[in-house]
């Protein structure tokens, strides 16, 4: 196995306290790899990260259409939300479009990631319920499919459910690689997760981002999703979140989406290519950076967009006082 | 440099998903080392995980004394704690009973780190003070010494001030290591922390669990903190907290506080030794994980201890839904 490469550090005062391990992998849709950094042969579940992917049936079996999901449920279908008040609504409106109600939704209930709302929800009086789970705009997609598909949505997240052979088909067909059920695990919300090699899954993210060896209804559905991103990006992840700003300011260029443990998935269309990857103990914070530092050296940015990449491949790191006493920086190796 | 150790591993179905390298001293109160897994030369922040330390001038003072501080009094002075109704009134108790007001505390406010107690905060209305900080125990301490060094109390997390020179001394005399200023950094509550080799960390705790090698008052002060520590152990951290815990089972046998960036550090009096570790990237899960398979490996424990030990050397991993997807477990390596 190729040793994995320090992709981030931690710094405080002019010391490294803590460092992140990892491995990236670039790749055409051919799987031409045009940058690999470490073990991307590894399997790596890709988490939330491939939601957009998950999402892929909804769009291309016409489900999508029939319920005539917006832009920003079909984001929300892509989405890991901070549970804000929009997100939430957002969900409870596809659900109630299908005549059910939030008690079909199968991914538990969770208090809202953004810790704001969390909050304010508290304050309320009130509890979180499954529309407050960050997956929860993807499980209404799910009951969307179901319905398309004429079949009893209970149960629609375990792996023998019409919904969820679906799904595992699509990231199948995406990946080109036969999923070993060996290498299964039930994620967070329930479904199953599925581990492929990093590189294959940054393959998959070129094919998703141009089309490239899909055939015309899922090079469409990609699109459609990708659309639905960049022009609700909100939608996908919250205030204040990586792959929403990354998206505000990179409409048309960039779609990302991060998944639990370290896991970090991008598409570049204009450059024809994917970016995975997965740092080794699971940090979000140095998924973030690393893959901000990638985005940089790849990707024409300049601007708002260069500056934003810029700051988030290095990001000050402050204290409860305001004080800036370290940074959270991509290594080197990352950036040339 | 030795290499680091993958001391933490996360499982998902029957795949590693994660891994944590880090290093473990486990040292007599001489330097022995009885136990050497990576890098323990590597200088290391300790952070929080020296409260207890830290609090030393406190009692050698008579500052502790003279304001009569009780066991949850100092045992807050060593906390990190979860912001709970009942930590707040402690720090406020000891501030109050110095004429001040919490406007004197410079360790800058957030939400209690207890999520329960952040919401019931948020749902009364209030917003957090710096009482809510997690090291406002600490810096009531200071405050204390202030007082009772009669000095001015502002300014009293600059490294020079008299507070934080005495501080410094202290960290200097029980791990034995001169600092070397370009090792500072700024902690999150504003205060100096100061790197030292993880060795060193080790055989400060076990000075400390025993009073070897110090002199007499600060023998007494450490015994004094320990007890206030394992007379109070909800103080020293919170509800569900792994320090409270592991005091609350294993009261005068094990000494044990974390400190941010995946440090913790544990003094064992009844075996003489200390135990040091530094997670690589900084993950408490993982420090947490590694501890409970070093102290189970050392210390003679049974029954509750025992147990308890075990499961948080391999603490199941549950979804949103409740189900076990995996677990966040100690490496063989530690545990034999």
Redesign the interface.
Known sequence: MTASAVLVE?T????V?????GAVAVSDAAGGLLLSIGDVER?V?PRSAVKAIQALPLVESGAAARFGLTDQELALACASHGGEPEHVATAAGVIARLGLSADAL??????PLN?AA???L??S?AGPSALH?NCSGKHAGFLCLACAMETDSAGYIDPEHPVQREVKAALEGMTGVRIDE?????????IP?Y?APLKSLATAFARFGTGERLGDVRAAAARTLMAAAWSAPFHVGGSGRFDTEAMQLGAFRIFVKFGA??VHLAALPELGLGVAIK?????SR?AEAAMAAVLRRLSPAEGDLAAWLDLRAAQPLT?????E??VVRAAESLSS
């Open positions: 931690v405080r005062g002019l010391s306290e803590s460092r992140h391990l399997p579940f199968e991914c538990g209930a969770h208090w810790e969390a909050r304010a508290a304050a009086g789970n060996a290498a299964a695990g039930v994620d967070g919300c329930g997760t581990a443990e370290g740092i080794d103990d699971g940090a140095a204290n409860w006082a305001g004080v006493v370290g």
